[in-house]
């Protein structure tokens, strides 16, 4: 007959003749182990700044040439119908501008398309890493990569043009505020984009507007398009950068610029950042 009393512990005799108890209940629980902390912002965006930045710095070299001698060359055929004055100012403003647009825009476009076509949001998903840091650094690191091409581009247009490189300066304000908004913007359109092609042809159509809307000067637009060019993002990059060229600028009007353009870079990356957890999570 099966006995319902709790089975005593038998004692068993050791190897040294002592006795150890051996209990038939189940083994004891162990407390699980405890995960590793979750990594910081700045230090996970440093790590993918300098990733990303030596990526570019390989693949990427290439294409700035491309972007530098493209605006260096739209200055050279606008010298032909244009003498001088806030028109030349315009140009040269939106061509220095037009090489952020296409790094940071463009490209930027494209490699988030590419990333998530490839599945490689996958990988980054599964570091302990914050989603912001992952935009911002790669943002980060397309940004920086356009401050040569853009600097080149500037000193060339304002020789060619005539205009005093004075207040140059500004571009330590423009490129990485042009670029943040710039950059927030293409990462989005990546990011968004149903399928790679998409991302691509997004990143040239928002690289056209930049040259289009930024480098022909705003009184020759019309109206519509005039708007237009108040919601792109560098617009306000090229209107301080063109203010700068003046003789004795308004300083006011070119830190308004800048703090728009700030805030509209704000508001890209984070619009980027939410993309980028929308297309993480599918």
């Not at 004055?85 to 494209?110: H, I, K, T, W, Y």
Request: with cysteine; proline share 7%; charged share 10%.
């Amino acid at each position: 007959m099966t006995s319902i009393v709790p089975t005593e512990s038998a004692k068993v005799t050791g190897p040294k003749g002592r006795a150890s108890a051996v209990r038939n209940g189940p083994p004891a629980r162990t407390a699980p182990a405890a995960l590793a902390p979750r990594a910081r912002l700045l230090p996970s965006l440093a790590a993918v700044y300098r990733a990303q930045l030596s990526r570019a710095r390989v693949a990427r070299i290439p294409l700035l040439f491309v972007a530098t001698f493209q605006s260096v060359g739209i200055m050279v055929l606008m010298r032909g119908v244009v003498d001088g004055g806030a028109e030349a100012r315009a140009v040269v403003a939106g061509s220095s501008v037009l090489v952020v647009a296409f790094v940071a825009l463009n490209l930027l476009a494209q490699y988030f398309g590419q990333l998530r076509a490839g599945g490689g949001l996958d990988h980054y998903a599964t570091l302990p890493v914050p989603p912001a840091a992952v935009v911002l650094g790669a943002a980060g690191a397309y940004a920086s990569f356009t401050v040569p091409g853009t600097i080149v581009t500037a000193v060339a247009g304002s020789a060619l043009f005539g205009l005093p490189m004075t207040h140059l300066w500004v571009l330590v304000a423009v490129i990485p505020l042009s670029g943040a908004a710039l950059s927030g913007l293409g990462a989005a359109l990546g990011l968004l984009a149903p399928r790679q092609e998409i991302a691509t042809l997004l990143g040239q159509l928002g690289m056209s507007a930049a040259l289009l809307l930024g480098v022909l000067p705003a009184e020759r637009l019309p109206g519509p398009v005039g708007w237009a060019r108040d919601l792109l993002p560098s617009t306000y990059g090229v209107e301080a950068l063109s203010r700068s060229f003046d003789a004795h600028p308004d300083w006011a009007v070119v830190a308004l610029d800048l703090a728009v353009c700030a805030a509209v870079g704000v508001l890209s990356l984070a619009v980027a950042t939410w993309a980028y957890r929308r297309a993480a999570v599918r």
